[in-house]
């Protein structure tokens, strides 16, 4: 049986095979760390019946006032476990935590302008392209910032499109 559970400090020593994925960033140790000890509860994998990972999630909660929300930071899954909801129940559970603990207006995460698949997902879950970041990764392709607004944000007004795209000096966090 597949478990989610928390993503723990020694469970960076599990995850490279799902790191290997060329549209997966890979961070330094201390960044992970960060997350893990400042948004625990935002933070959780999955786990197949032999221990090994099969996806995970890293999240934050940021923002003031109506711009308070959860940060989807990276989600992704192992190639042999895709297809099979594992990143849908690793965003609901973020989507959760962000409405329970926190009280958050929206979710928000950053997708790579050519992740088409990605892209798909996420609309899928109620996710639509808020603004497009131009030069968000490495300065070198755009970004679009994709929101879902939860509960708090009663007239939607946190995933009303901007007319035009933003650089990443003028993003907010």
Not at 71 to 81: I, K, R
């Amino acid at each position: 049986m597949t478990t989610i559970r928390a993503f723990k400090a020694e469970d960076l020593f599990k995850f490279n095979h799902i790191n290997l994925d060329p549209l997966t960033e890979t961070y330094n140790i201390p960044f992970y760390m960060q997350y893990l000890s400042t948004w625990p509860s935002l933070c959780a994998c999955y786990e197949d019946p032999n221990g090994r990972l099969m996806g995970y999630i890293l999240g934050k909660a940021e923002g003031v006032g109506k711009l308070w929300h959860g940060h989807v930071t990276a989600v992704t899954v192992s190639p042999e476990y895709r297809r099979l909801g594992i990143a849908k129940n690793l965003m609901n559970y973020l989507e959760e935590i962000s409405i329970n603990q926190y009280n958050a207006y929206f979710v928000d995460l950053f997708v790579r302008s050519s992740n088409k698949l990605a892209q798909y997902m996420y609309t899928y879950l109620g996710y639509t392209i808020y603004r497009q970041v131009t030069q968000y990764y490495s300065g070198e392709e755009d970004a679009y910032d994709m929101r879902k607004a939860l509960l708090r944000d009663i007239k939607k007004e946190s995933v009303i499109p901007l007319t035009r795209p933003v650089s990443v000096d003028e993003l907010e966090w």
